[in-house]
């Protein structure tokens, strides 16, 4: 089955070329959870043209900017919706830019997102245990 994906964020669409998402928690020796889970941090590959890549640049250059977006995942036969993952109060944690000529995308970026709340598809929502600010 063929998908695409893509990011949107401050009113703009971007290409999704590579997508993971982290849930963890932490364990005791013996393998039983010992701590909440945390969810809502992810590494994306986005296709940019300039602008994008400014905003990007900009979001991950200030410490206190957050945002809320949605990743869509759609099958490509169908053109439909095969799933959603909101997220709010996001910060870039971190910005990598590449070029790669030989490659069929060659100017790319990826971002590494956390957020304090995220919802997988309509029903599984985490909201992470952050202080107040």
């Given at each position: 089955?063929?998908?695409?994906?893509?990011?949107?964020?401050?009113?703009?669409?971007?290409?999704?070329?590579?997508?993971?998402?982290?849930?963890?928690?932490?364990?005791?020796?013996?393998?039983?959870?010992?701590?909440?889970?945390?969810?809502?941090?992810?590494?994306?590959?986005?296709q940019v043209d300039r602008?994008?890549?400014?905003?990007?640049?900009?979001?991950?250059?200030?410490?206190?900017?957050?945002?809320?977006?949605?990743?869509?995942?759609?099958?490509?036969?169908?053109?439909?919706?095969?799933?959603?993952?909101?997220?709010?109060?996001?910060?870039?944690?971190?910005?990598?830019?590449?070029?790669?000529?030989?490659?069929?995308?060659?100017?790319?970026?990826?971002?590494?997102?956390?957020?304090?709340?995220?919802?997988?598809?309509?029903?599984?929502?985490?909201?992470?245990?952050?202080?107040?600010?």
């Amino acid at each position: 089955m063929s998908f695409y994906s893509r990011l949107e964020i401050d009113g703009k669409e971007i290409v999704i070329l590579n997508c993971s998402i982290d849930i963890a928690q932490d364990s005791d020796v013996t393998g039983r959870p010992s701590a909440r889970p945390i969810a809502g941090q992810f590494t994306i590959r986005l296709q940019v043209d300039r602008q994008t890549d400014d905003m990007l640049a900009q979001w991950a250059l200030s410490p206190n900017e957050h945002k809320r977006g949605k990743i869509t995942f759609i099958k490509s036969n169908s053109m439909s919706v095969e799933q959603n993952i909101e997220f709010n109060e996001a910060y870039c944690l971190r910005y990598n830019k590449n070029f790669d000529a030989e490659d069929e995308t060659p100017m790319s970026v990826s971002l590494h997102i956390s957020a304090k709340g995220i919802k997988i598809g309509a029903n599984d929502e985490h909201v992470n245990n952050w202080p107040s600010a």
